[in-house]
């Protein structure tokens, strides 16, 4: 099959291959739209089955990108970038060099950051052969560093509007919240669930995770294939994707779903299923984006961590008027996000005109 009729390639403007035979690299970056800035997005180290699973990945996740930063008004396209890894576990600082020479080979059409199994130390491997990365340690209070203690704000606070909304509930003090990978973004996200007094399960398949959460909380631990479907009002996918499907929707037992992960729907009628079950979604793209906000602001050098702050905290606003819009149309909150981004790629707006100082 041709990849221009693969069913996810989506009008991607560009897609690369790399490979480096000493450090082992094998990577493709992904580059769905530059109608509102160069394209951003997160880089993921991950042990793929095959290769097609690893294009499928970089494809879903970069166009996510584009949707993200439109509805983020960041002045940024969408794009992504998969590491193959070989094995579970870290990559060497060999192999992210390389990857940093691939992302430089692109002039700048493509900005890359933190994702799923990579952290900011290999972040600053990276940023030694390009500058076209983010999401490093700044000086001060400037905007920038590990992007998902934000990602985390903006979730916690898309979970109070999401509850609110679904629930009638002005906090999250004695809700109970079930929380699918407790990583980056999922510890940080317990952290302040536990200070909103919420009463939280935790699972993830990796021990020393759970074990840190475990240390600083009272959580009650599922097994990682049951947690989808515990006995709770909220729901917080926030390890990988896909995990709403035709399958798991029937018999999720929350209410709300609020998280982290990037594509959570299996596909777009997912979000349909999910009202029919009297689930209120919100939609990944938005609640999630606090990273983005945050690796935006350190990229073009515009800010300071309240600035992020003050962006990031509209995210719930952001999620209510998409939550009124799909009760006044009576459709599924994901078709109404999906519409809205590509109404602003489409107008252009968002993309403010910026100077990239980094
Ligand atoms: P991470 O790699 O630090 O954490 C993911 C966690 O999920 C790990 O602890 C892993 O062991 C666990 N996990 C994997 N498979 C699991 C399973 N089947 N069941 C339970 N746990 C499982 O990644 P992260 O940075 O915390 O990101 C988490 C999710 O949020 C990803 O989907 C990522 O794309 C998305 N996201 C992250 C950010 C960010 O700022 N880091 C921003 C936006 C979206």
Redesign the pocket.
Known sequence: MSVFDHSEYDQHESLHYFQDTKSGLKAIIAIHSTALGPAAG?CRHWQYANDDSALVDALRLSRGMTYKNAVAGLPLGGGKSVILADAAGPGSSELFAAFGRAVDSLDGRYITA????VNVNDMRIVRNETRYVSGLPQDGKNAGGD??PW?ALGVFLGMEATAKARLGVDSLSGLRVAV???????LQLCRLLHKADAIITV????RR?LQRVRDEMPVTESP?ND?LFSDVDILAP????NVLNSETIPRIRARVIAG???NQLSVEEDGARLVEQGILYAPDYVI?AG?IISVSREYFGQGSEEEVRADVSRIPGRLQSIFDEAAAREIPTNIVADELARRIVADGNGAAEVEQVA
């Open positions: 997160g933190e994702d799923v199994g992007p998902s990602t699918q990978g407790v990583g980056h973004v999922g699972a993830d398949v990796n995770n990682p947690v926030c390890a990988l994707g982290a992960a990037n999630n990273g």
